[in-house]
């Protein structure tokens, strides 16, 4: 079977094209800027990498485009779409159909930003390739498994049952495949292991998974809530709107788009790039100095709070751009952490190598693993397996 995969966006629709039989990426590429001036494609395929500076008008265009751009490589069995919210509705992968959609689009209040080009990327391709069946994949629905005493928020029970205020968690297509990356490398079962999984890149999460379901996990109703991320503030006190309204005057809009778009790493230092960030701490920079603390201080706030929450931990793993590549992120996380039996070994953390890695030292009662998510690769293994009946 040939999957393609499909991530849409407000402006780009990016795309990766996998043969099933062998799980290998036949070509891969994004549409960027559609509507806007400037459009144009990056394809690749076969080793070689193509730039088109080309009219994108819609979503539409850009599909068809697309379509054309795979050319030799076939035409697709199924397609695999990534969207960000299913709400409490969808606890696994579905088949999408008139009433999948109409349900997605009902979420579009909880997920304002992302469920609406999401859609537009499912009815784009669902319009020109009407005989092929097509699968939504939710960030939300690996996090389905926390019980109430996790999801839900102190506030009044009315705006949990008339308005689905609640925590729901994203991420959940990465960590869901890294947990099982990380049972594999640990030659265990994921039944019998307690993991917390940090994903660290510009948006960054932290899941506890214990016995293979998500029982916690530190976004919230939107992706706001938890780590320090590189534009998004992550945990802060819920008065700041009412504090920065009568203070400085500014609407719940404007505190709305600083939190997400000038905060976390950002706000603090000036630059969202950890790897920018490390070079201006080790210049001295102070700014960037604190950056990078907070960063890690969070992290390890909540591996702690989420090893409390298992009974115990038995891996910790770092995924994503700043987790599989930044050694003193994962050391810095880590320090601190021998409470819980963990140790890190330096020289391993420096050069762990090909992933997946364990960079823990040999005495250590706690796994320390590096490993790399591949969320395109496992939307296109949820697709089959929904469509197959075995999801």
Known sequence: MKVLVLNSGSSSI??????????????SGVVERIGEAGSGFVHESRGSRQQFAEA???????????????????SPDAIGHRVVHGGDRFRAPVQIDAQVIEVVRSLVPLAPLHNPANLTGIEAAMDAL???????????????????????????????TGLGLRRYGFHGTSHAYVSRQAAAALGRPPGELRLVVLHLGNGASAA?????????????????????MGTRCGDVDPAVFGFLSR????????????????????GLCGANDMRE??????????????????FCYRARKYVGAYAAAMGGLDALVFTAGIGQRSAEVRARTCDGLEVLGLELDPARNARPGELPAAVHSDDSAVAVLVIATNEELAIARETVACLDGSR
Request: proline share 5%; net charge negative.
């Open 277 to 294: 960030i490390e070079d201006m701490a080790a210049a001295g920079n102070g700014q960037a100095t604190l950056a990078l603390d907070l």
């Open 14 to 27: 990016k795309y990766r094209f996998f043969d099933m039989a062998g799980e290998t990426v036949l070509a």
């Open 130 to 160: 009407q005989g092929v069946p097509q699968v939504a994949v939710f960030d939300t629905a690996f996090h389905q498994t926390m019980p109430p005493h996790a999801y839900r928020y102190a506030v009044p029970a009315r705006w949990y």
């Open 56 to 74: 994108v008008p819609d979503h539409a265009s850009g599909f068809a485009r697309i379509m054309e751009l795979l050319g030799d490589a076939g």
């Open 247 to 266: 203070r400085a005057g500014m609407t719940l809009e404007e505190v709305e788009q600083a939190l997400n778009e000038d905060s976390g790493l950002k």
């Open 208 to 228: 506890a998974v214990r016995h293979g379901e998500s029982v916690d996990t530190s976004m919230g109703l939107t992706p706001l809530e938890g780590l320090v």
